[in-house]
């Protein structure tokens, strides 16, 4: 370095101001709003129409029928680009992305994630009144 007084100089200016960087992983971050982290499935909402799985870029998402009208998805984390582009194209929103970014694993088995079905709730039926019931008068 030819003039080494101008880095004591640069040193000395820095030294006199708030680091650049952050606490992480010590204090954790908050992320953004629409922050494109893991995706979330929710089973419920799900209508099998897998518009999910035809727009993933990467393929990294399978829509799997396993009863009438359930459904369960697997990711393949270690494939997905986070790019949320499944979240955008589901029409019943049973897909969002969620704010979870530390998802480094050692075991490649551990990147694939299966939502299983969930038993949606349905309301009884009404009860029909029987052709036999008696009819009051008018």
Same mark, same amino acid.
């Given at each position: 370095?030819?003039? =080494? @007084?101008?880095?004591?100089?640069?040193?000395?200016?820095?030294?006199?101001?708030d680091p650049?960087?952050?606490?992480?992983?010590?204090v954790?971050?908050?992320? +953004?709003?629409? %922050?494109? @982290?893991q995706?979330?499935?929710?089973?419920?909402?799900?209508i @099998?129409?897998?518009?999910?799985?035809?727009?993933? +870029?990467?393929?990294?998402?399978? !829509?799997?029928?396993? @009863? /009438?009208?359930? %459904?369960?998805?697997? %990711?393949?984390? /270690?494939?997905c !680009?986070y790019?949320a582009?499944?979240?955008?194209?589901c029409?019943?929103?049973?897909?969002?992305?969620?704010?979870?970014?530390?998802?480094?694993?050692?075991?490649?088995?551990?990147?694939?994630?299966?939502?299983?079905?969930?038993?949606?709730?349905?309301e =009884?039926? +009404? !009860?029909? +009144?029987?052709?036999?019931?008696?009819?009051?008068?008018?």
């Open positions: 370095m030819n003039k =080494p @007084g101008k880095m004591v100089v640069e040193v000395l200016q820095n030294a006199m101001h650049a960087t952050t606490t992480y992983p010590a954790k971050l908050v992320m +953004p709003d629409k %922050f494109r @982290g995706i979330k499935f929710h089973a419920e909402r799900c @099998g129409c897998k518009a999910c799985e035809r727009d993933c +870029p990467s393929n990294a998402i399978h !829509i799997t029928k396993v @009863g /009438d009208k359930m %459904f369960q998805a697997d %990711f393949d984390l /270690d494939r !680009i790019c582009q499944c979240v955008y194209s029409p019943k929103d049973a897909l969002e992305a969620s704010a979870d970014f530390e998802l480094a694993q050692l075991d490649r088995s551990k990147l694939r994630i299966t939502y299983h079905a969930v038993a949606k709730k349905t =009884p039926a +009404p !009860i029909a +009144p029987s052709a036999t019931a008696e009819k009051k008068p008018v």
